[in-house]
């Protein structure tokens, strides 16, 4: 594991910022989300920031009311408190930390964004786009595009696609410095991490 300058971090961070921990209940907390949990709280203590955690639910096949309950459980148990959707938050019902109940919150990000970029309906699904794009072990499949031109309406149960200029994109990463990729990302995740005002992503490596 690289070793991490938190100095160098803390100076190009607001003070107390936020970060976030963000499991998928679809099975049981495993030794790796515990690593991955004791480095976030590890460097949010350090930095004296707040940590946030949401319930990445947006996958309904996998994701089931047990799990949940369970990772919130062990959560309480391992003693990792959040300072921000708490398991007590997410046991009361419905909640802004949890993905599937944050509808709106993504609405009001595509409304934003489709003022600023061209967005477009597809219907495409993940066989679809592997076929088009010749789907290739551990790489990310590339989409055709085939959506782009159709003119799908917009509508609740199609997915959403904004046609971005070509080229790469450039950010900073708080462990590896600047980095130059031509990426994708989930839009509900993208959205959730703009909304709380998430800033560093820790990941162990």
């Known amino acids: 594991m690289v070793a991490l300058d938190l100095p160098s ?5 607001p003070s107390r ?13 495993h030794l790796g989300h515990v690593a991955n949990a004791a480095y976030v709280w590890g460097i949010a203590g350090a930095l004296d920031g707040r940590v946030l955690l949401r319930l990445e639910d947006h996958d309904r096949n996998r994701c089931w009311p047990e799990y949940e309950s369970a990772l919130l459980e062990d959560l309480d148990w391992l003693g990792f408190a959040p300072n ?18 944050c509808a709106e919150i993504y609405r009001a990000a595509l409304a934003r ?11 495409c699904s993940r066989r679809d ?27 609740d149960g199609i997915g959403v696609r904004v046609q971005l200029a070509p080229g790469p994109e450039r950010f900073g990463d708080g462990l590896l410095g ?7 990302a989930q839009w509900a ?9 998430i800033g560093p992503i820790i990941l162990l490596s």
């Open 9 to 13: 971090l803390a100076r190009r961070l």
């Open 17 to 29: 910022p936020v970060t976030r921990f963000a499991p998928s209940p679809t099975g049981y907390l």
């Open 84 to 101: 921000r959707g708490t398991p007590a938050e997410c046991r009361a019902g419905p909640s802004n930390f949890r993905q599937s109940d």
């Open 113 to 123: 964004l489709s003022d600023k970029a061209p967005v477009y309906a597809c219907d």
């Open 129 to 155: 786009i592997a076929e088009d794009g010749g789907d290739a072990f551990n790489q990310e499949t590339r989409y055709s595009g085939r959506c782009r031109d159709r003119g799908l309406p917009l509508a």
């Open 178 to 184: 600047e980095q130059v990729q031509d990426p994708s």
């Open 189 to 197: 995740i993208s959205s959730s991490e703009t909304a709380w005002g």
